[in-house]
């Protein structure tokens, strides 16, 4: 069974940095995908940022520049480093697997309890 457990949110003020991360386990972690998503209240849920099994990233544009995407296959663990944060940023912060198929990528269907990431202006 999937296991996701993210941890490392918290209060930080416009402009500061924040890391979170995400232990997987019931994967083969150095082979899958992994996603980190995001849920704002009343909006729905968004992928910020992806990597694939080999490390090339992929990010949404209202982070690029600022978050980056990491990954340690000997921990099972996924990163993500938020720079130059903004009070939009602020959200509920979940890792995923990404399941690709032949119609297009989607999140496993499982999560975690999330991490609440809050930034104040």
């Known amino acids: 069974q999937v296991q996701l457990v993210e941890s490392g949110g918290g209060l930080v003020q416009a402009g500061g940095s924040l890391s979170v991360s995400c232990a997987a386990s019931?994967?083969?972690?150095?082979?899958?995908?992994m996603g980190w998503y995001r849920q704002a209240p009343g909006k729905q849920r968004e992928l910020v940022a992806r990597?694939?099994?080999?490390?090339?990233?992929n990010y949404a544009d209202s982070v690029k520049g600022r978050f980056t995407i990491s990954r340690n296959n000997a921990k099972n663990t996924v990163y993500l480093q938020m720079n130059s944060l903004k009070p939009e940023d602020t959200a509920v912060y979940y890792c995923?697997?990404?399941?690709?198929?032949?119609?297009?990528?989607?999140?496993?269907?499982?999560w975690g309890q999330g991490t609440q990431v809050t930034v104040s202006s």
């Open positions: 990597i694939t099994s080999d490390g090339s990233t």
């Open positions: 995923n697997v990404v399941v690709v198929t032949s119609a297009g990528e989607h999140p496993y269907n499982h």
């Open positions: 019931g994967i083969i972690f150095s082979t899958t995908p």
